[in-house]
């Protein structure tokens, strides 16, 4: 059987959000377990991949065994609206089998996001993530207010996950506050389904 692995699974346009995913994996190692990064394929509006099958630089693109086999999953996704952007969407669309199967119920779960304005419709996008995840039967992990640099942030952190003000060009770097929360996700995410891996083996 496989080592443990938290699945950061992101789609990110101008940078942003992959910056995230690297900072949530950093906490995942730092409580001990493997970050699998993961990425999904830009689409068309007619729902059609507009990308090559192998990404020319970065992580692979995420495969349903990469999300069922996982012990717990960060999400990530710009907003689009006050949504997630449409390729997530799609690959979560896709997920039905997992769900009637039942491979996710009980594996904690975080959502992040990155927006060009500082109330560009963070909190609205986490919990668009959110809702699938829940429908999954997956446990939340959030941030608690125990975590200093929420109430510190004078730019991205909410208690629902982690997020980041990238500006109106989408080139302002991550802050210590926003840095710190995203790792504090990945090490909150990890130290649970550590947890959680452990309760199910002396199940066993």
């Not at 507009?50 to 990469?66: F, K, N, Q, R, T």
């Not at 119920?105 to 919990?127: D, N, R, Y």
Request: charged share 15%; with cysteine; net charge neutral.
């Amino acid at each position: 059987m496989s080592a443990p692995y938290v699945l950061v699974l992101y789609y990110s346009r101008n940078g942003s959000v992959s910056e995230m995913a690297r900072q949530i994996a950093r906490g995942v190692e730092q409580a001990g377990l493997e970050a699998r990064l993961r990425t999904v394929p830009a689409i068309s509006s007619e729902c059609e991949a507009v990308a090559p099958d192998i990404p020319v630089d970065g992580p692979l693109y995420c495969s349903l065994d990469d999300l069922k086999n996982c012990a717990g999953l960060a999400l990530g996704s710009p907003t689009r609206f006050g949504n997630m952007a449409a390729p997530l969407k799609y690959f979560l669309d896709g997920t039905s089998n997992l769900w009637l199967t039942g491979a996710l119920v009980g594996k904690p779960a975080g959502v992040f996001t990155s927006t060009a304005s500082l109330h560009g419709g963070q909190e609205t996008t986490l919990m668009s993530m959110l809702l699938p995840l829940l429908h999954h039967g997956m446990l939340i992990t959030g941030l608690p207010y125990s975590e200093q640099a929420l109430l510190d942030t004078k730019g991205g952190g909410t208690p629902y996950g982690a997020s980041h003000h990238s500006g109106a060009d989408g080139k302002r770097a991550l802050d210590q506050h926003e840095i710190a929360l995203c790792r504090a996700l990945g090490l909150r995410l990890a130290k649970t389904a550590a947890l959680l891996e452990n309760g199910r083996g002396q199940e066993a």
